[in-house]
């Protein structure tokens, strides 16, 4: 049971990989920006945060995917009810599809590095005389294609290993050689005497296993 759970998730992971490296090759020519339905009302604000006004906005938060130039982006933005996007997929250039935000404000919180980027900023009013408004809310993950590449190839690489062991191992086990480093044991018995491993069992050919008939006398 655990062996076929294991051999299921290199399957499942060597697909994911399949389907990263297409990405991976595709953003470096096309980007995507796939929007996601808007979730439910986040706030109600005034309009503006500057006294006396009686409008209101009515904020909602949309997750969004992002591929472009090797590097796949989460975003999350908090936004006016009117700016929300529609769901679906958009295609643009590939550098327009990414969201690099750089600090703005005291709270900002930033991270970049070797392709893993880092973006959070919570909505919150400013006040700019003439101008007064909101900043949007950001939370921003970028992950390199090579990073998540290289997690999904763990697990069949893993399985390759395996596979070639195990048959490695029937190979010298059905040639009288030590399963550990070689050494031919037809003319030994006991322990290898090479590496010390011990003999591992000949396993049973169908015509030892079958029962044996007694012949009439």
């Known amino acids: 049971m655990i062996r076929l759970l294991s051999n299921l ?63 796949l982006q989460f975003v999350r933005r908090e936004l006016q009810e009117s700016s929300v996007d529609k769901a679906g997929r958009t295609t643009v250039p590939p550098p327009q599809a990414l969201n690099d935000l750089v600090p703005m404000t005291r709270t900002d919180r930033f991270l970049n590095a070797l392709g893993f980027g880092y973006f959070r900023r919570d909505k919150q009013p400013f006040s700019r005389p003439p101008v007064s408004g909101w900043y949007w809310g950001f939370l921003v993950i970028g992950l390199p294609y090579w990073a998540l590449a290289l997690a999904t190839a763990a697990a069949p690489a893993l399985w390759l290993r395996r596979w070639r ?29 090479e590496c010390g491993m011990r003999r591992s069992p000949i396993a049973p050919t169908r015509e030892s296993t079958l029962p044996t008939q007694a012949l009439p006398s």
Do not use: E
Not at 45 to 69: E, L, M, Y
Not at 165 to 174: E, F, G, N, Y
């Open 9 to 71: 998730l290199s399957l499942l992971s060597l697909v994911l990989l399949l389907i990263l490296i297409g990405l991976w090759v595709r953003s470096y020519f096309c980007g995507d920006v796939w929007q996601l339905r808007p979730g439910p009302v986040s706030d109600v604000t005034p309009a503006a945060p500057i006294r006396g006004i009686r409008d209101t906005q009515t904020w909602r938060r949309q997750w969004s995917v992002h591929s472009g130039s090797g590097r």
């Open 165 to 193: 062991r195990d048959r490695t191992r029937r190979r010298r086990l059905a040639l009288g050689r030590c399963t550990r480093c070689g050494y031919d044991l037809r003319t030994t018995t006991g322990p290898c005497p």
